[in-house]
């Protein structure tokens, strides 16, 4: 039998398997209204058998986008175009969740087939695109080359924490039913845990606690505008792989402070704090984040989500059965096959005779395989 097509239950919410669409940026969204294009992409990673589909980094404020191009949640009027994805994807039977963003100093960036490099002047001329101002902690850039961030004051600090809660109360109108907050890869919520990014001297800065205590203020917004009977996720980088950064054992702290405020579930990534370059510590090989997820799920008694260059479906099963992990997360090899789960529900015998399959499809797959058998073809 396979455990990575198990049930997986979080709060009321139960995942048909243990695969997640892991949170996938289109850059293709106007003034951060969801179209056709989101309709389609999300949809048919639903369609392709995922338990869990995500829509992208959604930004929770107008200047938290991190392109142009970037989803968003600020206000009512963006609920509608999304609510249509989420009722595809609930009626195809998998879950709709939703990343609340905020990119700090990451924002104001080009789409990254025109550079990942800030947004100036020649943008508006090209593509009727203007920069705009970002915050962070700490007035520090983000890369070389990058415009300094404008520290943010006490009150941009509690608006951006209401921000979270409100739009986490769109995202429910939506009709999504699991949120996670991108609290990793150099985005404002990771920018206060790392003392790579935040070096304040008040009490969003210097201790761990107080670099910690902007996620936790978050967690706490959401889950006060947020049903109890949803789950609730933070992606976090589990190292920032350099000197004077983050290590596993500092997240491992932070994800229990997050349980304690109701979160469910660590999605664990690695890096991203500083610049493109990546960092020497950094060696990138299959599933080599497992082991992140391995250890905070252990030492912090919290369920994790593994992600990071992992499309072997008998990895991916060893994964959940090893207890490494509850949930594996795919990106690029979705891109690649929407169907992945579908194909690995076959390869691991979780499914026979295509009846996991939509039944338009897999009606047809089957006919054409009892064929194919039959005539020893294949
Ligand atoms: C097109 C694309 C867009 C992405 N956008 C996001 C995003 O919005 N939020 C996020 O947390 N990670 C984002 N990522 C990172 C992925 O979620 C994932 O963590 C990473 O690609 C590693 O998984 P993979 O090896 O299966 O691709 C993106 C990755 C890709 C390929």
Known sequence: MSLLFSP????????KNRIAVSPMSQYRAKDGYANNWHMVNLGRFAMGGAGLVYAEATAVEVDGRRTPGDLGLWQDEQVEGLKQVTDFINQEGAIPGIQLSHAGRKASERRPWHGETPVDDEDISIRDEAPWKAIAPSSIPYADGWPAPEEMSDADIERVITSFGEAARRSKEAGFKMIEVYAAHGFLVHQFLSPIANKRTDKWGGSDENRRRFAVEVARSIRANWPEKYPLAFRLSAT??????VEVEETVETAKALKAEGVDIIDCS???????ERPRRMVIEHGFQVPFAKQIQKDADIATIAVGFLWDAKRCEEVIANEEASMIALARELLDDPNWPLHAAAELGADENHAMWPIEFGWWLMKRERLLNKLGIK
């Open 8 to 15: 997986f239950k979080l709060r009321d919410i139960t995942f």
């Open 240 to 245: 920032d792989w350099l000197d004077g950064g």
């Open 270 to 276: 690695t890096g991203g704090i500083s610049g493109k």
